[in-house]
């Protein structure tokens, strides 16, 4: 694998390999000594065009936690915002030494494009491309998911007969679509909760099953509710009326948390807006996973960045 | 005096026949004995007459860098047509008299193809005055069809107030059919392939809801209407309803959207980005049933040229078009021909007749019969090849089907009597035949 | 043609006299780590922490030591998945810690090995255990227990099968 664009690509068999992985950087991060030499030598490239502190740190602190070099290129005040050109940029950084190229873009399918178009040579990892896919945040919300089920007999397992579900602005939502394709893999079962206007056209051959409320789909008594962050600028296009309306129908409330079962968790990307997709409290239960996902996300790309080393088959 | 003799070339499809020429205009078609300064060796070529394309984009003025006049002439005698419509999104919008006769004037020193400028509907496309029609109507260029194509007029009263005044001066309003504000940042087909993308939808009913009012607003106002590159299977219904009710509406389709889909998209390759957008394998097939039935009156290419640097991209920064002057005659014969929904007697009608009759261009109306103008494009249809940027001569390279095996090539190409197109390479100056 | 080098019983005495020979070195020092290199090594290590418990009962650790992020040839070979790293909760500062492996060849496992541990902690004394030691050295490195002497050819494989894993107890050389 010497890219990590989409969760589409990944076969069981690599995407479980992925979480064991992630298992052992979540030991060596709590160790004294919290790095490995690994990737020591080989400069990653963090290039964010479109703003994102805390994933950017979070790649940072992985790439740092494997002894490579960091370089990282904001959109603001760079090249870029004067209007150099994508292919340039990306040019120029490989000839300023970039081995892998984490990249952040608010055009969907940037990194496939990047990928495939021969500007560069460097292993690329889409860390989030518009509205398509952010593969490292399934990857670690996954890990999130086995080790709170499954717990230390997790290794080497999937999430075979977890039921998920994942409530909010699903058209939109990179994090949504990276979750489905991974979770079908690893042999969960999706239910996709979200009022009609918020749900892609056409998704049939997703693999899903449709909830048009929140308390709909958890009527299914799922192991894991996953809101996603809604953006208050939907309201203005005509997708639901008001903030009310939609954490009436569609918010983490604590009631809706204290009807689901004892283990189940509560997941959130960040960042989260308290009282509109998850109530505060909600958020700040001992079911809520934010916390831990963070922690997770730093090890799950640690997890990635050593998995597409290697020499390619 | 110069005469040219084409022999044995099969005339629509069917039987072998000569055709002599003497001054660009055809003088007899059988079994020709009478010498000639030049011969065409036509055996196992089927003889068309000129192609001619309704919709064309020659960028000249302001796109220079991405075609001129002169260079989409050459692309389109190339591709066998010697008759192409000038789209008027030029910058500055061909929306005076003064611009459309430059862009005549120019098409006529460049000399591969007779231009015909399309007039804007609204000044610079704004979608709320209307341009000079009348005077581009009278004009050198003697404009018949107004277009603001590469937008919509989506205005319901300005649509209906245009039809009225275009029909005042005999001529046609070509519509490019998009509701503004039901596409707002579209990026391709809106269906399961843009979900699994993650691309903005363009959704079909914005194109069929646009058709279905403007066909009723030219009944209401006893106006001609011709629906721009027809993408979508509601639209071929709507038009269907429209002729069966009597309303004076025409349909072009591009060769693209015979061919291609929305599954093209999956890798992202900003080739395949165009408006209308690729659309399903469902749309695909209706389109090539309208085409067979005579719903869909004829093929228009759209041609859409571009620089690299608009499609070297990510897809959201790339440009919407592709070219497609010299493609399209392989194109419809893949798509048309090769399934048997067409025959080339058909294709004469879809790509050379019936566009001049809609764009009243004269001397297509007798097609390879003696006293019509020499307008004749000889193809070789046992020809198969795999289409690649060296098979384009335009100035742009934004083709999508490269790599594609398409059959039939141009092997000759006669505008007005002269050879633009001899054993299947452009020629590099004109020689007056 | 594979030949059998060591059969179980061969395998059983190699160990119990390796545990001695540990006994030995130890001279009554307590705070014995042993630390297995995955997949086999995890195997001989708990083999051998029993035998040297019979032999001179005492307290005696054991873990894995999952060398792959050490390794110096990441970039040239493909990936290879990571295994669990298992230490004491005690840490290993100040033990005498016995690494485990079932086959020496090059040495740069070991090297790798030494890496992490440097990671993990600082014990008083690093001493290795091998199974079989085939030859070959790329790097300055030597076993201080050595199960048995094999030399063998560079384009031979030693194949070490244990009962946990492979269902048997055998070396062998194709």
Redesign the interface.
């Known amino acids: 694998m010497k890219h990590l664009i989409s969760t589409r690509d990944l076969s069981r068999a690599e995407a479980i390999g992925l979480l064991d992985t992630t298992a052992d950087m979540v030991d060596v991060r709590g160790r004294d000594v919290k790095k490995l030499p690994t990737l020591r030598g080989k400069t990653v490239a963090n290039v964010f065009f479109e703003d994102s502190t805390r994933t950017r740190l979070s790649f940072e602190a992985a790439a740092l936690a494997l002894s490579a070099d960091v370089s990282t290129l904001t959109a603001q005040g760079s090249s870029v915002s004067k209007g150099e050109s994508l292919k340039d940029t990306l040019q120029t950084l490989e000839a300023m030494g970039a081995d892998y190229i984490v990249l952040r873009h608010s055009h969907s399918g940037v990194a496939a494009t990047v990928a495939t178009s021969g500007w560069t040579d460097a292993h690329v990892v889409n860390a989030g491309d518009g509205t398509h896919e952010h593969p490292t945040q399934a990857l670690l919300d996954a890990f999130t998911m086995r080790s709170r089920l499954s717990g230390a007999t997790a290794r080497g397992a999937g999430l075979d007969g977890a039921n998920i579900v994942i409530v909010g602005d699903i058209a939109h939502s990179r994090v949504a679509r990276s979750n489905v394709w991974l979770l079908n893999t690893l042999g969960a079962s999706v239910t996709l909760a979200a009022p009609k206007t918020l749900l892609p056209k056409d998704i049939t051959e997703w693999g899903v099953s449709t909830a048009h409320t929140l308390d709909e789909a958890l009527d299914g008594d799922p192991d894991v509710v996953m809101t996603l962050r809604i953006q208050k600028e939907r309201m203005s296009s005509g997708y639901f009326p008001s903030e009310s309306e939609y954490s009436r129908f569609w918010g983490m409330t604590s009631n809706r948390s204290a009807r689901l079962k004892d283990t189940a968790i509560v997941m959130h990307p960040g960042p989260m807006n308290r009282g509109l997709e998850i109530a505060g409290d909600v958020a700040d239960s001992a079911r809520s996973t934010v916390t831990e996902q963070v922690r997770n996300g730093v090890a799950a790309r640690m997890a990635v960045l050593y998995t597409l080393t290697g020499a390619q088959s | 005096m110069t005469s040219l003799v084409v022999r044995g070339a099969s005339i629509l499809g069917g039987d072998a026949a000569d055709i002599h020429v003497v001054d660009g205009v055809i003088v007899g078609v059988g079994a020709i004995s009478a010498k000639a300064d030049r011969t065409i060796d036509a055996a196992g070529l089927i003889a068309l007459p000129g192609l001619v394309d309704l919709h064309t984009h020659l960028r000249e003025p302001g796109g220079e860098v991405s075609e001129t006049i002169l260079s989409g002439s050459r692309a389109a005698a190339a591709g066998g047509f010697t008759a192409v419509h000038a789209m008027a999104n030029t910058s500055p919008v061909a929306d005076t008299a003064t611009l459309v006769e430059r862009v005549f004037d120019q098409g006529v020193t460049a000399g591969f193809v007779e231009v015909r400028p399309i007039g804007a509907v609204t000044r610079n496309l704004d979608g709320e005055q209307l341009a000079d029609i009348g005077a581009m109507a009278h004009s050198r260029a003697r404009v018949t069809i107004f277009s603001d194509d590469g937008k919509c007029v989506g205005d319901s009263l300005l649509m209906r107030r245009a039809l009225e005044y275009v029909s005042t001066f005999g001529g046609v309003i070509a519509q490019h059919a998009q509701d503004p504000r039901l596409t707002l940042g579209a ?1 391709m087909n ?3 392939v ?6 903005q ?1 363009w ?1 079909a009913v914005a194109e069929d809801a646009i058709i279905a009012r403007d066909v009723l607003l030219a009944e209401s106002v006893g106006a001609r209407l011709h629906v721009c590159h027809v993408s979508t299977a509601g639209a071929v219904e709507v038009v269907r309803w429209a002729k069966r009710r009597g309303i004076d509406v025409t349909a072009e389709v591009t060769p693209h959207h015979l061919l291609l889909s929305d599954e093209n998209v999956l ?2 390759s900003p080739l395949f980005k165009v408006n209308p957008p690729l659309r399903t394998f469902e749309d695909v097939e209706a389109l090539r049933a309208g085409v067979a039935d005579g719903t869909i009156d004829i093929i228009a290419t759209d041609h859409a040229p571009h620089s690299a ?1 608009a499609k ?6 790339a440009a919407f078009g592709m070219v497609g002057l010299e493609s399209a005659l392989s194109v419809v014969h893949a798509t048309l021909v090769n399934p048997g929904h067409v025959t080339w007697d058909g294709v004469a009608r879809l790509l050379s007749t019936t566009p001049a009759r809609i764009g009243r261009v004269e001397g297509y109306e007798q097609p390879l019969t003696p006293g019509s103008v020499a307008n004749i494009t000889l193809v070789d249809p046992s020809f198969l090849g795999e289409w690649g940027v060296d098979r384009l001569v335009g100035r742009s390279h934004n083709t999508p089907f490269g790599g594609l095996e398409l059959p039939g090539r141009v092997m000759s190409t006669i505008f007005r009597g002269t050879e633009t197109v001899i054993d299947g390479r452009i020629v590099d100056e004109l020689r007056t035949a | 043609m594979a030949r059998i080098v060591l059969t179980k019983p061969d395998i059983d005495r190699a160990l119990t006299r390796i545990g001695h020979e540990i006994v030995e070195s130890q001279r009554g020092r307590t705070g014995l780590v042993f630390l297995g290199i995955p997949t086999r090594g995890v195997f001989l290590a708990r083999r051998l922490a029993e035998i040297v418990a019979r032999i001179e009962p005492q307290e005696i650790a054991v873990g894995t030591l999952d060398v792959t992020m050490f390794r110096d040839d990441i970039q040239q070979k493909s990936t290879r998945a990571t295994a669990p790293t298992d230490i004491p909760a005690s840490g290993i500062d100040g033990t005498t810690v016995i690494l485990v492996d079932d086959v020496l060849y090059s040495g740069r496992t070991v090297r790798a090995a030494l890496d992490a541990i440097t990671a993990l902690g600082r014990p008083d004394v690093v001493r290795f255990a091998v199974l079989v030691d085939r030859g070959h050295r790329e790097l300055p490195i030597r076993a201080d227990f050595v199960g048995k002497n094999l030399p063998s050819a560079v384009d031979e494989r030693v194949n070490v099968s244990l009962t946990e894993v492979d269902g048997t107890d055998e070396v062998s050389i194709a």
């Open positions: 990026q809106e269906g399961s843009s979900a699994e993308l993650g691309l939808g959704p890798g992202y640097s070297d991209c990510t897809w959201a920064d």
